[in-house]
């Protein structure tokens, strides 16, 4: 079963909105991972946080970290129509090769 | 580096046929997965792999082989389809000590 469940399932923005998507997960976790899907393509990785880590940057992307509550969020600042996409959290637990996947949430920035 | 790649990108089977998802990386990664995703679904893992002649389950392993002779190959054998595998079907891979995941574009199966 999945590990970790995003919220919303669809998010639908104007672009230079900020959209915030959440991830919510069961059990104790090493890392969290962010990826995006385009129409029709594979996964593609974002950023990382682990752990002991509460907040990451990456360019316009903010991933925040809250173990205790079990949830995590991706923030994208002064979004535009390219980051119409798939949005997938997977979280990564000590026992675990391989990372477990979210159901995703559908973005669609409007020009 | 080519990274990871897929064959066929499209195809469609009758009920009961077999045919095997070939997936190759050129990255020397340890790990390989696959993954079927359907819509509303997510990603759910099949099989993966954690090294050359080492496969193990995943979370809808049935109605699947695996092999993994080679660290660069992993193909996904469907013995007999069924309309249920109708789905998109990706491979990734990962190194051992890393995290991030490297998909390839992903194969479209259809059976009918």
């Known amino acids: 079963s999945q590990q970790g469940e995003e919220d919303p399932q669809a998010l639908s923005i104007q672009e230079g909105e900020n959209a915030t998507m959440n991830c919510s997960y069961k059990t104790s976790i090493n890392n969290l991972q962010w990826y995006r899907q385009n129409s029709g393509r594979g996964l593609v990785h974002l950023i990382l946080i682990r752990s002991n880590e509460r907040e990451k940057h990456s360019g316009r992307l903010r991933v925040t970290l809250d173990t205790s509550k079990k949830s995590s969020s991706l923030l994208i600042t002064a979004s535009r129509a390219a980051d119409t996409a798939s949005y997938f959290c997977a979280t990564g637990s000590g026992g675990s090769y391989i990372p477990t996947f979210g159901r995703g949430t559908s973005l669609i920035v409007h020009p | ?112």
């Not at chain 2, 992993?74 to 998109?88: D, E, G, H, I, K």
């Open chain 2, 1 to 112: 580096n080519a990274g990871v790649t897929q064959t066929p990108k499209f195809q469609v089977l009758k009920t009961g046929q077999s045919m095997t998802l070939q997936c190759a990386q050129d990255m020397n990664h340890e790990y390989m997965s696959w993954y079927r995703q359907d819509p509303g679904m997510g990603l759910r893992l099949i099989h993966y792999s954690v090294g050359a002649g080492i496969t193990d389950q995943g979370e809808v392993p049935n109605g699947y082989n695996v092999s993994r002779s080679t660290t660069e190959d992993f193909p996904l054998r469907l013995l007999s389809a069924a309309p249920s595998q109708t789905s998109v079907y990706f491979c990734a891979s990962k190194p051992g000590g890393g995290e991030t995941q490297y998909f390839g574009p992903g194969t479209r199966l259809l059976v009918l």
